[in-house]
């Protein structure tokens, strides 16, 4: 009777000790085409994780779309409650901010060779979006600062115009717009509100909102969301950032997306970062405009997880013909769009909903989590069940055993979620 209470104990200690979670697929096996958004989300991780490998083996330094973007995804997916392993993200840190090396040095005056660090840009803005992510430190967004202030334009503006237009495709480098508005919220967090106190990041932003004054606003997409990022992070009227919201809502296609252009077609890329900057701004999730982009990136995701692009150039040059960053950059901003907007049915534990029993798991709780699940695959036995000499083959306390197993990750024919010890049978036979 003591044995019988001690698997039950442990497999009930285990199971209401961890937040269950729908893991994801196994990767050697690719599941079916996304039927609800949730799936759709977790297939986008899988594809952004496997195919940041890929181009790391292959080309081995980061870039705006392999490794900025899947740093900023992955920072979403932990935020919003999604498996991602640390030491995954960690990893993938690491190698992305190898583009921050020498951050802190001067300006290099030469051609071709003084554009701003827009991984640097990128990745300041991200921390804005998330605020309790942990791949930048204080002190790392304050040499991103540093950077972009000395990176900044006489007239105010940051120009990527400054590189040749054949080597700065969009849309992620639409315009300097785009920049600009990029550069001057990244500046937000670093500029003194106290007018006595002297402050170059509120001089800079006052030069770079003067500078976007007096030129006139680009019609695409990203920039009208930025925009409007831009003056609710300012704290604008209500008023004012839902007609604006009105205006962007009113550009959707037919279809359910976004273009990136108004006279484009839709596309992943537009259309989740659309939802993303939508629910930024405090767009409702379940406005049915939003819900029906939803709908239209479930729907038009590609069996690996991707989403199809096509690759776009500034006027007189010719797009490029290789379409793996912009399907990257596509992917990633559809996956993070959808992460933002997704409406969990009712009655269904949300992300948010989790997040104080994750909070709850510290280094001490998870190492006991894990020596509870280590005693159990001991005690399984060769069939599968669980049990006591007097109570063999209990189906009471095989349930509880299970429902301990799931809670920890594991999948019934996909075994542990990665960088887990594999028990000797588990739910994975």
Not at 221 to 238: F, H, S
Request: net charge positive; glycine share 6%; aromatic share 6%.
């Amino acid at each position: 009777m003591r044995l019988r209470c001690i698997f039950c104990a442990s497999a009930m200690a285990l199971a209401f000790a961890m937040p269950l979670y729908a893991g994801t697929p196994k990767k050697d096996n690719p599941p079916p085409a996304a039927t609800d958004p949730k799936q759709a989300i977790e297939r986008g991780l899988q594809f952004l994780e496997k195919d940041a490998a890929k181009w790391r083996k292959e080309k081995q330094c980061a870039t705006c779309h392999h490794g900025v973007m899947t740093v900023w995804a992955f920072a979403e997916a932990q935020i919003q409650g999604y498996k991602i392993a640390p030491e995954l993200v960690a990893d993938v840190t690491k190698w992305t901010k190898e583009r921050l090396t020498d951050i802190d040095k001067p300006r290099d005056t030469r051609p071709g060779w003084k554009m701003v660090n827009t991984p640097a840009m990128y990745l300041a803005n991200m921390a804005l979006a998330i605020p309790k992510q942990e791949a930048l430190s204080a002190d790392e967004l304050k040499q991103i600062a540093g950077h972009l202030l000395r990176h900044q334009e006489g007239d105010g503006s940051w120009a990527w115009s400054s590189a040749p237009a054949k080597n700065r495709p969009p849309p992620h480098f639409e315009s300097d717009e785009v920049a600009t508005l990029l550069a001057s919220m990244a500046l937000g967090p670093h500029a003194a509100s106290d007018l006595n106190r002297e402050s170059p990041a509120r001089d800079s932003r006052e030069k770079a909102s003067a500078w976007l004054a007096k030129n006139k606003p680009g019609d695409d997409t990203q920039a009208a969301l930025l925009r409007l990022v831009r003056d609710a992070r300012a704290g604008k009227p209500r008023k004012e950032l839902d007609a604006a919201i009105d205006r962007l809502v009113a550009r959707q296609n037919k279809d359910g997306g976004w273009g990136q252009l108004k006279d484009l077609p839709s596309d992943a890329y537009a259309t989740g970062q659309t939802l993303y900057y939508l629910r930024l701004a405090d767009a409702k999730e379940d406005r049915p405009e939003i819900q029906k982009a939803v709908a239209y990136l479930t729907k038009t995701q590609s069996e690996d997880g991707s989403w199809p692009m096509k690759s776009r150039a500034h006027p007189g040059e010719k797009p490029f013909t290789n379409p793996v960053p912009i399907t990257y950059f596509g992917s990633a901003w559809a996956t993070m769009g959808l992460m933002r907007s997704v409406i969990l049915p009712s009655g269904t534990a949300s992300a948010q909903d989790e997040k104080p029993a994750k909070e709850m798991i510290t280094k001490e709780a998870q190492a006991a989590i894990d020596a509870g699940i280590a005693y159990l695959a001991k005690q399984q036995m060769d069939d599968g069940a669980w049990g006591t000499r007097q109570y063999p083959k209990n189906v009471g306390i095989t349930s509880f055993a299970g429902l301990a197993f799931l809670s920890a990750g594991h999948r019934p024919g996909q075994g542990p979620p990665p960088a887990t010890s594999s028990p000797r049978r588990s739910i994975t036979s």
